[in-house]
């Protein structure tokens, strides 16, 4: 059973630093179109943060510069390193991937179980 298991979350202070991480796990083939996405109490999912199995990364204006974004193939895991955090990234993180199959070579969308992020003093 492939599943998107996410770990790194916590609490802390402003101007502080935090890793996520998701880790694939299962039969899996190749994992791409990778996101990181949060949601914040009242609203919407936004993308945080995106790579393509190219390398090509985007970001949301809010979080360039402070965030980013990586993988590691060999462990089909992906992180979010996140600097200089502030107040306003409080939320809920989610890690998206799309994962082909390794013996139906099917294409599946998977989300992780979310981490929940806060930056207070």
């Known amino acids: 059973q492939v599943q998107l298991v996410e770990s790194g979350g916590g609490l802390v202070q402003p101007g502080g630093s935090l890793r996520l991480s998701c880790a694939a796990s299962?039969?899996?083939?190749?994992?791409?179109?990778l996101g990181w996405y949060r949601q914040a109490p009242g609203k919407q999912r936004e993308l945080v943060a995106g790579?393509?199995?190219?390398?090509?990364?985007k970001y949301v204006d809010s979080v360039k510069g402070r965030f980013t974004i990586s993988r590691d193939n060999a462990k089909n895991t992906m992180y979010l390193q996140m600097n200089s955090l502030k107040p306003e990234d409080t939320a809920v993180y989610y890690c998206?991937?799309?994962?082909?199959?390794?013996?139906?070579?099917?294409?599946?969308?998977?989300w992780g179980q979310g981490t929940q992020v806060t930056v207070s003093s």
């Open positions: 790579t393509t199995s190219s390398g090509t990364t």
């Open positions: 998206n991937a799309k994962i082909r199959h390794l013996v139906s070579r099917r294409e599946y969308d998977y």
């Open positions: 299962g039969s899996i083939l190749s994992m791409y179109g």
